[in-house]
């Protein structure tokens, strides 16, 4: 028997997540000015921050220690110049997403599953993201066009699993957000749905106690992959947020991307792990960067992320073990190297 569902009230006053991500920082100038830093040290990327802005949440600044240009969360928020060197094989795409995009909003790469780009924006700007050329404007739909995307999971029976990604589908609000579940829900062969966001994490504020029992009430099987990198990272908010999710019956994991001078350390790695099963969410995937413009610079080569995988096996239990893994264009699965 399903779950009764949840009808979703909303004031017209913005709920205080909304306001915060309403009031991000993307003037370069002022990040430095809050966080005491010397423009010198670390010039700006001019081009990379036109083609890419930084956005970031006025709270997860709170994370970064003043001062500390290495400090590993601005090393992923910061538009460096190093974004705008060119480096061989580095593409706008990657992994050939146009190739999979049937119709706007939706990516069909897997048997089984389909990728809803729920929302066309993040409350945060990583600067490794795969999809930071991705034409949002063009898979953006309304609720009108929605239904084109709702055809082509309701016509193939193979589908069991949606994913909600983005952007970051957190980024809508509760009625949003519970006009697409409720869509999902009534394809009856379609049994998980799987949300990816980085919002548990850079604005945890936004799961709030109605959101969290809409996500509760659905039919569907609900699984939740949070985006963290670093032990930093992590909160008593973002505790909060996972605590809630987990009380709501939602299935918490947790998928990093090892990055240059960020968390390729095998003690920065199993500190990671730790801290995340010590929040409720299990350290699930661990992805090499994909080869998209202007990341060359994070790049780890292949043998040294399977070094630090060996060590961390050394050392942690396997359910915190993450597995390493790319995501290579055409395959039919994400490609695992340890």
């Given at each position: 028997m399903s779950a009764p569902s949840l009808t979703i009230i909303e004031s017209d006053v913005p709920p205080p997540w909304q306001q915060m991500l309403s009031d991000l920082i993307t003037d370069p100038q002022?990040?430095?000015?809050?966080?005491?830093?010397?423009?010198?040290?670390?010039?700006?990327?001019?081009s990379a921050a036109v083609q890419f802005p930084l956005k970031v949440p006025r709270w997860?600044?709170?994370?970064?220690?003043?001062?500390?240009?290495?400090?590993?969360?601005?090393?992923?928020?910061?538009p460096a110049q190093e974004e705008e060197i060119a480096a061989p094989n580095y593409v706008?795409?990657?992994?050939?997403?146009?190739?999979?995009?049937?119709?706007?909003g939706l990516l069909h790469k897997y048997t089984s599953r389909v990728l809803l780009t729920a929302a066309p924006h993040c409350a945060v700007h990583c600067r490794y993201c795969f999809r930071r050329h991705f034409d949002?404007?063009?898979?953006?739909?309304?609720?009108?066009?929605?239904?084109?995307?709702?055809?082509?999971?309701?016509?193939?029976?193979?589908?069991?699993?949606?994913?909600?990604s983005g952007g970051d589908p957190f980024a809508l609000s509760n009625r949003q957000f519970g006009w697409l579940l409720e869509q999902i829900e009534s394809i009856a062969h379609v049994r998980t749905v799987r949300i990816h966001t980085r919002m548990t994490i850079v604005l945890p504020q936004r799961i709030d106690a109605e959101f969290a029992a809409m996500l509760g009430a659905s039919r569907l099987k609900v699984v939740l992959v949070s985006h963290c990198n670093h032990a930093n990272e992590l909160s008593d908010e973002s505790r909060a947020a996972f605590r809630a999710l987990a009380s709501n019956s939602v299935t918490?994991?947790?998928?990093s991307v090892i990055l240059a001078d960020v968390n390729n350390s095998s003690g920065v790695l199993?500190?990671?792990?730790?801290?995340?099963?010590?929040?409720?969410?299990?350290?699930y995937y661990l992805h090499l960067p994909d080869a998209v413009a202007g990341t060359a610079h994070f790049d780890v080569p292949i043998p040294d992320a399977q070094a630090l995988v060996a060590e961390m096996q050394?050392?942690?239990?396997g359910y915190l073990v993450p597995r390493l893994v790319r995501e290579e264009p055409g395959e039919d699965s994400k490609t695992r190297y340890a």
């Open positions: 002022e990040l430095l000015s809050l966080l005491s830093l010397d423009p010198q040290e670390k010039p700006l990327g001019l997860f600044v709170s994370r970064i220690e003043p001062g500390d240009w290495q400090d590993p969360i601005l090393r992923q928020l910061w706008i795409d990657p992994l050939e997403e146009t190739r999979f995009n049937p119709v706007p949002y404007a063009g898979n953006a739909p309304s609720r009108t066009d929605w239904q084109a995307a709702f055809a082509h999971i309701a016509a193939d029976a193979r589908i069991e699993e949606v994913l909600l918490l994991f947790n998928q199993i500190e990671l792990s730790k801290a995340l099963f010590d929040q409720g969410v299990l350290p050394a050392q942690l239990p």
